[in-house]
């Protein structure tokens, strides 16, 4: 924990040097969170260990909007809405927390390659994501969302058999 603010608090000292006025910063990155959440598991990207929180505890989003804050500058929280899993082997897979989204909902997965995402094209993904970025907004002093470019994978790594939910909920987009 100690480290992860001493280098949070480096590179927003610098940033404010070099005269940034705001930082963006990814606080979900595979259906994970860098803050306490009731809807997703802690990230391994913080601790090694999905599921587990940082030792001795802190809030790093809280900490990370304060000690931004008080360098008079945004903080904006950036997100991957629809990445499960950016590289799912076997030992990925069985690494993930038992309430990941994953595990939980496993029929909201798409898979191409070795990448997992959450269906864009189905309405429970969406009330998930909206409700994950919600709670956010609701309980932290943000200056923004912003949501990593996510696209279908390139044709090597094959496809997503997405065609059910195109054909249910298109809104009249002729083609994928």
């Known amino acids: 924990s100690a480290q992860e603010q001493s280098t949070f608090i480096q590179r927003v000292d ?12 990814q606080i979900r990155s595979q259906c994970d969170a860098m803050y306490p959440s009731s809807i997703e598991p802690w990230s ?7 599921g587990t929180a940082p030792n001795p505890y802190y809030d790093p989003l809280e900490f990370m909007i304060t000690e931004t804050r ?12 629809y990445r499960a899993l950016a590289n799912a082997t076997t030992g990925n897979l069985a690494a993930l927390h038992s309430t990941h989204v994953i595990n939980q ?20 993904v ?19 969302i912003h949501f990593d470019d996510y696209f279908y994978p390139y044709p090597s790594a094959g496809t997503y058999n997405d065609d059910n939910e195109y054909n249910l909920y298109g809104r009249g987009i002729a083609t994928k």
Do not use: C
């Not at 391994?44 to 999905?50: I, S, Y």
């Not at 496993?106 to 189905?122: F, H, K, V």
């Not at 969406?126 to 923004?144: A, E, P, Q, T």
């Open 14 to 25: 610098e940033h404010k040097t070099t005269g940034m006025n705001a930082v963006y910063v």
């Open 44 to 50: 391994a990207d913080l601790t090694g260990t999905q």
């Open 70 to 81: 008080k360098r008079g500058m945004e903080f904006h929280a950036w997100l991957n809405p």
């Open 105 to 124: 909902h496993p029929d909201w997965i798409m898979s191409a390659g070795s990448q997992r995402i959450l269906n864009p094209g189905n309405p429970q």
């Open 126 to 144: 969406w009330s998930y994501v909206i409700g994950v970025v919600m709670d956010v907004v609701r309980r932290y002093d943000i200056d923004g």
